[in-house]
């Protein structure tokens, strides 16, 4: 194998490499943009376990922004986090078909589990959000 077949081979790589990674931001910042536009319902439905735990404690309790820019960074920052959350298979998706063609047949059966389960628990969170909110709602109020 000459010097030029090796170095194509790795530019064929980087290349490869470089076309996942741009498809990868390009899909997080389309979701993040559609995310900037319900920030502020996100928003809302974060700070909704808050607001039902203190409703009912009899003092007036609220969350302020402090600063001028803090609620366009927060809401910035809700806007990312939830893009990445819900761009997140996706992403793996796309660093698996780079690392796949590389892998040796027992290697891609060895993984097989992993891949399977991981989007099932992935899209199964609402259950266990549910969970959490069922066992520790009360909890909650006693932290506070």
């Known amino acids: 194998m000459s010097q030029n077949d090796k170095e194509g081979g790795f530019v064929s790589h ?3 490499l470089r076309k ?3 498809h990868s931001f390009i899909f997080l910042i389309v979701f993040f943009v559609g995310c900037y536009f319900f920030a ?3 928003y809302g439905f974060l700070v909704d376990p808050f607001a039902q735990a203190v409703k009912d404690d009899g003092t007036d309790r609220r969350l302020i922004f402090t600063a001028l820019q803090e609620t366009f960074l927060t809401y910035l920052k809700i806007s990312f986090f939830t893009a990445f959350f819900v761009t997140c298979p996706f992403i793996l998706m796309q660093i698996w078909k780079f ?3 590389g892998l040796y047949k027992h290697e891609k ?3 097989l589990p992993y891949l399977i389960l991981t ?4 899209f199964s969170w ?3 959000s549910l969970l959490f909110d069922n066992a520790f709602s ?3 109020f006693f932290i506070i």
């Open 14 to 16: 980087l290349a490869e």
């Open 20 to 22: 996942r990674l741009i």
């Open 40 to 42: 502020e319902h996100l």
């Open 99 to 101: 690392i796949a063609p």
């Open 109 to 111: 059966h060895a993984i």
């Open 119 to 122: 989007p099932v628990l992935f």
């Open 126 to 128: 609402r259950d266990v």
């Open 138 to 140: 009360d909890k909650v």
